[in-house]
Structures are given as structure tokens and as C-alpha cells.
Nanobody
């Protein structure tokens, strides 16, 4: 099982980034997918999630209207489009796959929002 995040980096406040997470080793289309983040000294928090069929999404209040989660089941990939980025969005972003008691995680990608 592998989940590989990419797309992180350094961006100025107000900018945009698109994170991707490519998975392998399990049936992607059967899993709910989520993006979490963890800032230094803080607990990991849920940013956004999307149901296996892509028909339901959920967002943290802090990112509603700015971030969009989506998935391409044909490409085993989940995305997080992040717009209007703020310094408080700085964190390591992780993708996660869940189905019943199964729970897989990627290694994370760093997002830094700074001028």
C-alpha cells in the first residue's frame, strides 16, 4: 500500500496550490479519502474529506470556500485545490484512505504560506 502526496511548496499569502495524492496497493474507488494537516506544535486536524463515489464532501470551517477536494477514481488520485492561502494554512498535509477498520496514510507534503 502506498499513498504519495505531491504539490506542496512555498507560496505567498493569497496564492494557490494543488496537492495530489496517488495511491496504489488497494481498490481506491472503495475508500473514503481525506486530507489532514499538522502544523508545528499542533495536533493533526481534518481539512477535507470525500466519499468513495465522490458524491459527498466535508470541510473544516477554517477552509470552507477556499479549498476544494476532488478525486479521479480512474487515476487513483485525490486532489486538494487550495486557494486564498493564509499563513495559518502552513502545515504538513497528509492524505488518508479509510474503509471500515482499514486506515492508510501518506508521508505528507509541506505547505508553507509566507511572504
Amino acid at each position: 500500500v502506498q499513498l504519495v502526496e505531491s504539490g506542496g511548496g512555498l507560496v505567498q499569502p493569497g496564492g494557490s496550490l494543488r496537492l495530489s495524492c496517488v495511491v496504489s496497493g488497494f481498490t481506491f474507488s472503495r475508500y473514503d479519502m481525506s486530507w489532514y494537516r499538522q502544523a508545528p506544535g499542533k495536533e493533526r486536524e481534518l481539512v477535507a474529506s470525500i466519499a468513495s463515489g465522490g458524491d459527498y464532501t466535508n470541510y473544516a470551517n477554517s477552509v470552507k470556500g477556499r479549498f476544494t477536494i476532488s478525486r479521479d477514481n480512474a487515476k487513483n488520485t485525490v486532489f486538494l485545490q487550495m486557494n486564498s492561502l493564509k499563513p495559518e494554512d502552513t502545515a504538513v498535509y497528509y492524505c488518508s484512505a479509510k474503509r471500515f477498520r482499514l486506515d492508510y496514510w501518506g508521508q505528507g507534503t509541506q505547505v508553507t504560506v509566507s511572504s
